[in-house]
């Protein structure tokens, strides 16, 4: 959702000949420098699913494009996990309120998390479910996001 899949197969793909030079989804490091600053101030953390390998590749993808600079948002919450339903725990332990994620499959596993919002902005070829659940609320883009999650957000 930060990293764009746009280009999915190709070399300039995250899990291509030259990772480094994949982009960004576009928003997203301004989305989430706004909901850090308020009304999220140091509490915004990232939770993904990666071995350690991509967990390295994505740490590295990070620091060479800013992300801690320019989104206010520190390595130290930055949060690997090697399955997906293992983001749960994470963000039972964390006391999220708002999570989201581009696939249904991981929101469904966080019961404790009041806000969970599907994210089907930057999924390339991939295709979003046709139907969200009640308990999911769908964006298409970051802009779209940072305004649904600050009016479910408390002021």
Same mark, same amino acid.
């Given at each position: 959702? $930060?990293?764009?899949?746009?280009?999915?197969?190709?070399? =300039?793909?995250?899990?291509?000949?030259?990772?480094? #030079?994949?982009?960004?989804?576009?928003? +997203?490091?301004?989305?989430?420098?706004?909901? +850090?600053?308020?009304?999220?101030?140091? @509490? !915004?953390?990232?939770?993904?699913?990666?071995?350690?390998?991509?967990?390295?590749?994505? @740490?590295?993808?990070?620091?060479?494009?800013?992300?801690? #600079? @320019?989104?206010?948002?520190?390595?130290?919450? &930055?949060?690997? !996990?090697? #399955?997906?339903?293992?983001?749960?725990?994470?963000? +039972?332990?964390?006391?999220?309120?708002?999570?989201?994620?581009?696939? &249904?499959?991981?929101?469904?596993?966080?019961? =404790?998390?009041?806000?969970?919002?599907?994210? =089907?902005?930057?999924?390339?070829?991939? @295709?979003?479910?046709?139907?969200?659940?009640?308990?999911?609320?769908?964006?298409?883009?970051?802009? #779209?996001?940072?305004?649904? $999650?600050?009016?479910?957000?408390?002021?």
């Amino acid at each position: 959702m $930060i990293i764009d899949r746009v280009a999915d197969g190709q070399d =300039t793909s995250f899990f291509g000949d030259r990772p480094m #030079e994949t982009p960004a989804v576009d928003g +997203a490091f301004d989305a989430l420098a706004e909901l +850090a600053t308020a009304p999220f101030a140091g @509490r !915004v953390h990232i939770v993904s699913k990666a071995k350690p390998a991509t967990a390295q590749r994505t @740490r590295e993808w990070l620091d060479q494009h800013g992300f801690a #600079e @320019r989104t206010g948002i520190p390595a130290s919450h &930055l949060h690997f !996990v090697p #399955e997906r339903a293992d983001k749960a725990p994470v963000c +039972a332990q964390l006391g999220v309120t708002h999570f989201v994620d581009d696939r &249904l499959d991981v929101l469904e596993h966080l019961t =404790t998390v009041p806000h969970r919002y599907l994210f =089907t902005g930057g999924l390339g070829h991939h @295709r979003p479910p046709t139907e969200v659940p009640p308990w999911a609320t769908r964006a298409d883009t970051w802009p #779209e996001l940072v305004d649904l $999650i600050r009016s479910s957000a408390p002021s």
